[in-house]
């Protein structure tokens, strides 16, 4: 089942439900495929786009709520927090900083990276072999504390 008609069902159940937390987060996802699947490129939406799609609305709602915590508005950042918390139920479960430190040890090891003037090589290949199971700014830092 692809995400749109999983969407489509998580749809119809909310609104049976009258849950409005799970209605905006759902409508957000809808939303962001329409769009994707409308701008002009035709190309489909595979797996990965759609795992890159819904990271992109993550970061997006994170980023806000950074930002209405900073200015003291509660209100609008627990809107942003329970859309996150709906739309990582569509994310393949995120590994732990606990569990990416030897993977990207290995990676490290694999690329021959020896210092900070590597990053770019090790951060090419974890982000490529980690899609999906942990976000940039993770594994960023992970590679930054590795190799420094």
């Known amino acids: ?7 489509n069902q998580d749809l119809k159940a909310a609104m049976k439900e009258k849950n409005q937390v799970a209605l905006r987060g759902i409508r957000a996802i809808k939303s962001a495929i329409l769009l994707q699947k409308t701008d002009g490129t035709g190309n489909e939406l595979d797996e990965a786009g759609e795992i890159k799609l819904l990271q992109k609305l993550v970061k997006q ?4 709520l950074e ?3 900073k200015q003291g508005r509660e209100d609008l950042a627990s809107v942003e927090t329970e859309e996150i918390q709906v739309i990582e139920k569509y994310l393949p479960q995120q590994l732990s900083a606990d569990e990416l ?6 990676i490290i090891n694999e690329v021959g990276a020896e210092s900070m003037k590597d990053m ?8 490529q072999k980690l899609a999906g199971q942990a976000d940039g700014k993770t594994i960023s830092s992970i590679v930054k504390e590795l190799l420094g």
């Open 1 to 7: 089942m692809s995400l749109e008609e999983k969407i």
């Open 61 to 64: 709602r994170k980023d806000s």
């Open 67 to 69: 930002i209405y915590n």
């Open 101 to 106: 430190k030897p993977i990207i040890q290995g």
């Open 120 to 127: 770019g090589k090790v951060m090419g290949a974890a982000s």
